[in-house]
């Protein structure tokens, strides 16, 4: 593992799992756990946790099935409750109460289980899934497809996940990691120093490629595009058919939440390039069935609509929109995404 940023410690932790995960601040500090998203880990984080505060304690684990953390499997049925599952246990066993969350992409409907499980001081979602899951729902939620065609494994790009396989650390195809984590992760106006970048691309190659991890295993169907969730690995516990956090408004007791998302986020967005209906529409896809049948998913209005009924529910939800950000306004706006989100917590 290469040299950390100062004030930032490596540990692991014998949880559910074997976690690795990063630390910085005091000890009796409150703790802020920062929980990574698809395809990165902890290091994602750790700008954020250099130099040290000095009233936060800051934890970024490395999921199941990325980084470090010892692999094992992900079953898709149960959503994201594996990750939650080792939140959970990963608390107990450092003795962390009402942590404030916050989870990345995926890592948002992990936090919102981890919520319903153990108290917690406030949730902090960054550009998270959408509470419907990924790809393939109408509006109110609703599967375009009985059998959630167009979701999970059995629509990621084949040759990118060989790319992973391979370990490719080039910038010489479009679809290499490295290429991916830049046109994807961040604003297109954004490009990381060559040394963090190539670090940061050494984490994704981390990740653990095949049906238990990712994408995961797939089935075929008759309805387009021909494909639809398997029951093990990451891309199919985010399907519609596995994942839900709508039910975020039925919370008792309720913490306080803060949504921020990149108004230039092209993974997560109301016309997502990386979601079936969206390249239908646009014809990349062949075949399309059409708006009526398969419309591009409306991951934004989705997640504002669960907001909006978490406040009518008696709950606190606050909106930042990060203009010109990509799926990291943590990474591309760092300074002002730390500046707010400290501000939150120390508000809740």
Not at 35 to 58: C, I, K
Request: with cysteine; aromatic share 8%; hydrophobic share 35%.
């Amino acid at each position: 593992m290469s040299e950390l940023l100062p004030g930032v410690e490596a540990g692991t932790v014998d949880a559910r799992i074997r976690i690795h995960h990063l630390t910085s601040g005091p000890a009796d500090g409150e703790p802020v756990v920062l929980v990574h998203g698809n395809l990165s880990t902890g290091r994602f984080y750790e700008h954020l946790m250099s130099p040290a505060s000095d009233r936060w304690r800051f934890l970024a684990p490395d999921m199941r099935g990325f980084g470090r953390t010892e692999q094992a499997p992900i079953d898709a049925t149960r959503g994201l409750g594996d990750w939650a599952d080792d939140l959970v246990s990963y608390l107990e066993t450092l003795g962390v109460t009402r942590p404030h969350l916050v989870g990345w992409s995926t890592a948002g409907a992990a936090i919102a289980l981890v919520a319903r499980q153990v108290p917690v001081a406030s949730l902090t979602f960054l550009d998270p899934v959408s509470p419907y899951g990924y790809g393939g729902t109408f509006a109110d939620g609703r599967p375009c497809h009985d059998d959630y065609a167009g979701s999970g494994a059995g629509v990621a790009n084949p040759q990118f996940v060989e790319k992973l396989r391979q370990g490719d650390r080039s910038g010489d195809d479009p679809l290499s990691p490295r290429n991916v984590m830049a046109g994807t992760y961040w604003s297109p106006d954004f490009r990381l120093p060559r040394e963090r970048e190539d670090l940061l691309v050494d984490e994704i190659l981390l990740s653990n490629i095949g049906d238990d991890g990712y994408p995961g295993d797939s089935t075929t169907s008759s309805n387009w595009p021909g494909a639809a969730p398997g029951t093990r690995g990451l891309l199919n516990a985010l399907s519609p058919k596995y994942c839900d956090w709508s039910w975020l408004p039925e919370l008792d007791p309720k913490p306080p939440v803060l949504w921020t998302h990149g108004t230039r986020d092209v993974v997560v967005s109301d016309a997502s390039m990386l979601e079936l209906g969206t390249l239908g529409q646009a014809g990349i896809v062949p075949g399309w069935p059409g708006a009526d049948t398969f419309p591009p998913q409306p991951m934004v209005a989705q997640i504002r609509t669960v907001l909006e009924r978490y406040e009518q529910a008696g709950g606190s939800a606050r909106t930042e929109m990060f203009e010109g950000s990509g799926h990291g306004p943590h990474v591309d706006a760092a300074e002002r995404w730390l500046e707010i989100a400290t501000e939150f917590w120390a508000g809740a």
